[in-house]
């Protein structure tokens, strides 16, 4: 059950990306009230965190704790969310235990203990909370978001469907 979270996740960060590679630059560079800086900044986070979140729960073996991708460009922030994709792909081969504890740091940041099960329902949250305010930030601009929901990633992937 797992990997369908982690898989929409992934799916639907890439298509916002998609969708705001078709902005001008100073628009995704833009600040937005309630929005993680810009949309770039906000963008940038995301797929931060997720590569960091990746290493935590791998144990160092996937993602990096030393990634920083405050000065990437939209190209760059994709690629290093498909990379990430991958590693989620990696990382559910594998055979998890949800109740492990995990225990990481940050830069300046005391440790942190939390099970590997509350760091990956961590990475959904985080990822679905930083979509959605840059799908505000587009709609603000009079910009449609593009369906990033699990309803249509269940029908992308033919996992979900109206019918009898």
């Known amino acids: ?22 902005l001008a630059p100073e628009d995704l560079e833009r600040h ?5 800086g810009s949309m770039l900044d906000t963008l940038r986070h995301l797929v931060d965190a997720d590569v960091w979140y990746l290493w935590g729960i ?4 996937l993602g990096r704790d030393d990634f920083d991708a405050d000065a990437l460009a939209l190209a ?10 991958a590693g989620w792909e990696r990382l559910l081969e594998r055979d998890l235990d949800p109740d492990v ?14 099970t590997a099960g509350i760091r990956l329902a961590q990475v959904v949250h985080h990822g679905t909370d930083h979509r959605s305010q840059v799908c505000t930030a587009l709609t603000t601009m ?13 029908e992308t992937v033919g996992r979900s469907r109206f019918g009898e």
């Open 1 to 22: 059950m797992l990997a369908d979270g982690l898989r929409h996740h992934s799916w639907a960060t890439e298509r916002l990306l998609d969708a705001c590679a078709e």
């Open 32 to 36: 937005v009230p309630a929005v993680y």
């Open 58 to 61: 791998s144990g160092g073996t």
């Open 76 to 85: 760059d922030v994709r690629a290093a969310a498909i990379e990430a994709a």
């Open 101 to 114: 504890d995990v225990v990481t740091s940050g830069a300046g940041r005391s440790f942190r203990h939390a």
């Open 142 to 154: 009079g910009v449609t978001p593009p369906d990033i929901d699990v309803w249509g990633y269940g």
